[in-house]
């Protein structure tokens, strides 16, 4: 069996980047927290953290400021300026002493108290030192009594004995109560450069240099000139010996102008100050390569930009040591490994905060104040514990609730470096450089959860089950967390171009869809038997083999359709909503159905195409899947943006089998007509119902045809060109079915003519095929439909219109008997009708008496069946029926009464006598004739009066009535003048006779004289065995001819078929008609002695043809017999009543004459 199975697309990302790019992100973080293994670390750290909560700076004793006046000069502790004024100069702490401005006294953080310890014992102040150290001893005291929650932490996060804790608690306590009377410290400040500087200068820029100040010791660099991005690369030496010093870094615009130096005069700044950096030396530790946001020193000062200091410090009696960035790290990332692995078995706990700042809170309450409480001692950023959580939290990004996190987090981070204030002009990527968290480190972190987001998403279906609406919700806020990596990208990295966001989940989303469908694909039957199979004891095992797609079968594509809605219908109402971020670009939905009908498109495609060389299946299962796989497109392809408008392919897959199941429709179609057929002739052809005037079978046969129709209609063939194919093929079984029915129906119609209503039913029949082909015609596309297939049915609606005419003549035929028998009384009753002149105005009542006498025995035949047609009949049919009937009756009455057949001549004499019509009797034909029309008009309902009117049958009897009241000269004169035909059609000549005619008239009294030779004849063809005596007789027709000699016979020539005549005869004519009213008949005659003579051929020449020439001399060929048309023939037939008229019996005879027999012939 050929594998119906095309090869499957490639995926989005290659198998084996993906499973590297899978792993780099799942361990990226855990392969920097080195932090978690190095033990000596560790516990510098922890030593440092229970140094920061004992006695946190968060709650240290405030300074106790009083207004003071200054008696020498003195400077503010701050910010080294002179407190100027005669009195009240500066503020005082009344604790510690410490001096300042009024507007610096927020500016100093020092703890009072530890202020008030050092200055006391350095000046000998005994008691005093005593008391403070109480104070501070009860402060930690109270401070390890009330938070214990916090101690036990940080000894459960360090992995410390309860033993070696103690201790070092009692270890810190002293530390902090020695304060800086025992500290000293080297420090090395490198002052490498700065960024962004306010341009103070006229030019728009400055000339940048700095100071450095620690305690009492203060150093300057060098002067960059005209640079607001300067590098200075100067290093300084400092000691220290008060932990709560600090390193004041001064920038500064020198000036050397007259405004500069009376500046100097009056203060000890004589240049323009462009920010500062105030580092508490507590927060120093080991090496140091930091960038610091340069400060405003009041509300009025004017600063922007960074600058990038590099510390070393050696604190006497401590070992070297990581700087404080690093141990915080070592901290935070102990305190998450703690929290989330040790104590919550791999799961994050997200803690519940609200408003502005929550982004801030990573832990819980306990946890949080340890971290918060470190970087407050130690003066780490808060944006450097930001993103030291984010890289934590990176490592457990498919935790629940994890991505929403991480995706705000990163937005804050985005907006702390992207969202530049007005006073600064530093640009997002070089405030990211200034970072103390590394640049390329946090690059790398999110490049590499980047991947693995864009891998776990092309997988989102077991990722984020729709089934479970937290994880739909970890999916939105992951999609959320690539978005905001994207804008890192864009807006802090200011890369030129990087992949947007909405384009990589929609690549992602399309992986998944791709390898979605291979799934369900190759477990198709599998998933669909746990899925949809109800009854599990139905539950049938195949052999896998049989599993997948067949050419035995087709049960495999259904199941398929089935499970790639459910996929469709699942990403449309579970995911399309939750991934709405990209309204324009991202409809899962939608790219589900895309994906999943492109797929399946090419494997239903190959199918079809291995099917169709096999065929082994029934067409009605090919039609069957042929409407899933319509109504698959049509509920969730056709309006997809990628496809509205353009044609499927899909029509054209299942093209040859929907050939195929109309060709056996067709074969179907024919068997149910015989059958329909045979059982409404069984049932006598009744009528359907009382309004239905026609039988069951027409009903059932299109029943049948609609049937079919509605079938090839439901597939809602998109395709015009297949729509048309099928139109095509589907009228020809229709043209088939109809034809045989009326074929049927013709063929056995006469033997039902002599039933009462059926003929009429079985024309009805056929009307209502024609009615309803009409509106099949309308329903498959009316003036839309196929050309080919609307001829076709064009075509078989005039068969059937003129099957219903053979069917109406059939059927008027078969009243014929009855019609003559009817007619025949109406002749009778006419020719007992006495009077021969015209009728007086007052004898019209007597006519329409005599009239309505006649017409009886016709009107009581009518009667009977008009009423039943009127009743039985549809109206176009009643209207076929009544034209037939009126055109036999018209005929009828034409040939029996008016113009009775010409018979031969011996019987002429008796019979005709009655048949004469006389004036009288004209008149009431005329007035019954009206009857008759009337009655077929029948107010309206039946034939209509400009048809019975205009009717050739009526009009040729109309005028045979006319021809009645004339004088026999005046119809021969018609004749002549009609008939110029008469020696026509002489196609096969039975010999040829020479004439010489000459014309004169006389100038006085007009008349004619002909005169007329007969010269010979010639090529006689003849047989007989007796003697063969032929002679030529030429008679003069035409008006007033009754007097006058009409007729001449020339001798006979014995046993000669060539013979020679030469003998001349003279007609006159008189002068009341022209020559054009006479004609020559020349007929060659065989003498018979005492029996007639017998005719050998005539021929015909009439006088208007030698008006012109007044002579002529021709061979004129012998016909068999005169031609003439109707008008001819009438005349003939009323010339032949004339039974008493010499003259019109000589016509007739003459006219009548043929050719006759041969001997041996």
Known sequence: MPDLRKKKP???????????????????AMATRTSLKDEELKNHVYKKTLQALIYPISCTTPHNFEVWTATTPTYCYECEGLLWGIARQGMRCTECGVKCHEKCQDLLNADCLQRAAEKS?????????????????????????????????????????????????????????DGTSKWSAKITITVVC?????????????????TVQVGKTKKRTKTIYGNLNPVWEEKFYFECHNSSDRIKVRVWDEDDDIKSRVKQRLKRESDDFLGQTIIEVRTLSGEMDVWYNLEKRTDKSAVSGAIRLQISVEIKGEEKVAPYHIQYTCLHENLFH?????????????????????????????????????????????????????????????????????????????????????????????????????????????????????????MYRNNFPASSPERLQDLKST????????????????????????????????????????????????????????????????????????????????????????????????????????????????????????????????????????????????????????????????????????????????????????????????EFLHGALERDKKDGFQQTSEHALFSCSVVDVFTQLNQSFEIIKKLECPDPVIVAHYMRRFAKTISKVLQQYADILLKNFKSYCSKEMLPCILMNNVQ???????????????????????????????????????????????????????????????????????????????????ADNVLGPLMDFLDGNLTLFAKVCEKTVLKRVLKELWKIVVNTVERTIVLPPLTD????????????????????????????????????????????????????????????????????????????????????????????????????????????????????????????????????????????????????KSNNWAPKYNETFHFILGNENGPDSYELQVCVKDYCFAREDRIIGIALMQLRDIIDKGSCACWCPLGRRIHMDETGLTVLRILSQRTNDEVAKEFVKLKSESRSAEEGS
């Open 10 to 28: 490639i995926p989005l990302v290659s198998d084996l980047s993906l499973v590297q790019s899978r792993k780099a992100g799942i361990t990226s």
């Open 121 to 177: 014992s350095k000046h000998g102040a005994e008691d005093r030192t005593q008391n403070i150290i109480m104070a501070m001893k009860d402060r930690m005291k109270i401070r390890e009594r009330n938070k214990p929650e916090i101690f036990e932490l940080i000894q459960d996060v360090f992995g410390v004995t309860k033993v070696i804790h103690v201790q070092q608690m009692k270890t810190i306590k002293q530390s902090v109560l």
């Open 194 to 210: 700065a960024q962004g500087l306010q341009a103070k200068d006229k030019t728009g820029s400055s000339d940048p240099y700095v």
């Open 338 to 458: 703690c929290l989330t692995d040790l104590q919550s078995s791999g799961v994050v706990k997200i803690p519940d905060a609200k408003g502005d700042e929550a982004w801030k809170v990573y832990f819980d309450e306990t946890a949080q104040e340890i971290v918060d409480e470190f970087a407050m001692r130690y003066g780490i950023e808060s944006i450097y514990q930001a993103m030291t959580h984010f890289a934590c939290l990176s490592s457990k990004y498919m935790c629940p609730g994890v991505p929403a996190v991480m995706s705000t987090l990163l937005a804050n981070i985005n907006a702390y470096y992207a969202h530049t204030t007005a006073s600064t002009n530093v640009s997002a990527s070089d405030r990211f450089a200034a970072s103390n968290f590394g640049k390329e480190r946090f690059v790398k972190l999110l490049d590499q959860l980047h991947n693995s987001l864009r891998i776990d998403l092309s």
């Open 479 to 670: 999609v959320d967390l690539l978005t905001s990596i994207t804008f890192f990208r864009m807006k802090v990295q200011e890369l030129q171009s990087p992949p947007r966001a909405g384009q990589v989940v929609k690549d992602c989303v399309k992986a998944c869809l791709n390898s979605t469908y291979e799934y369900i694909f190759n477990n198709c039957h599998e998933l669909y038997s746990r899925e949809y199979q109800t009854d599990p004891n139905k539950k049938q095992e195949l052999p896998p083999e049989e599993q997948g797609p067949s050419i035995k079968n087709l049960d495999f594509w259904p199941k398929l359709i089935t499970l790639i809605v459910s996929i469709i219908e699942e990403d449309k109402n579970s995911y399309t909503p939750v991934l709405n971020q990209f309204p324009q670009e991202l409809n899962v939905g939608k790219i589900s159905a895309e994906v999943m009908w492109n797929l399946f498109a090419q494997d239903m495609k190959y199918a079809m195409e291995e099917h169709e060389k096999h065929r082994l299946c029934k067409s009605a299962d090919y039609m069957n899947l042929h409407f899933k796989v319509k109504w698959l497109y049509n509920e969730y392809v056709r309006d997809l943006p990628a496809i509205k408008g353009t044609i499927p392919e899909y029509p054209a897959w299942f093209e040859q089998f929907a050939m195929q199941w109309l060709d056996e429709n067709e074969e179907v179609s024919l």
């Open 768 to 850: 209502q095929l024609r009615v309803q082909l009409e509106k099949m015609f309308e329903a498959m596309g009316g003036k839309e439909l196929d050309s080919e297939a609307a001829e076709t049915l064009k075509d078989l609606q005039v068969k059937l219109n003129n099957v219903l005419d053979d069917l109406s003549d059939v059927f008027g035929v078969s009243f014929q008997p009855r019609l003559d028998e009817c007619v025949k009384q109406m002749g009778d009753i006419l020719s007992q009708v006495k009077g021969t002149g015209n009728v007086p105005a007052t004898a019209r009542n007597s006519v329409a008496q005599d």
């Open 905 to 1052: 001549q011996s019987d002429h004499m008796v019979r005709e006598e009655a048949r004469s019509l006389t004036p009288k009797q004209c008149a009431i034909m005329d007035l019954a004739l009206d009857t008759i029309k009337q009655y077929f008009h029948a107010g309206g309902n039946g034939l209509k009066k400009t048809f019975l009117e205009k009717s050739p049958d009526l009009q040729s009897l109309r005028y045979a009535l006319s021809l009645y009241t004339q004088t026999t000269d005046t119809l021969i004169k018609t004749f002549v003048q009609s008939q110029t035909a008469q020696g026509s059609g002489v196609g096969d000549p039975v010999g040829e006779v020479s004439i010489q005619i000459d014309l004169f008239t006389h100038p006085g009294t007009g008349e004619h004289k002909i005169t007329v030779k007969v010269v010979a004849a010639n090529d006689l063809k003849w047989q007989t065995t007796g003697m063969f005596r032929p002679f030529v007789e030429v008679t003069m027709i035409g008006p007033h001819l009754s007097d006058k000699k009409r007729k001449f016979t020339t001798k006979s």
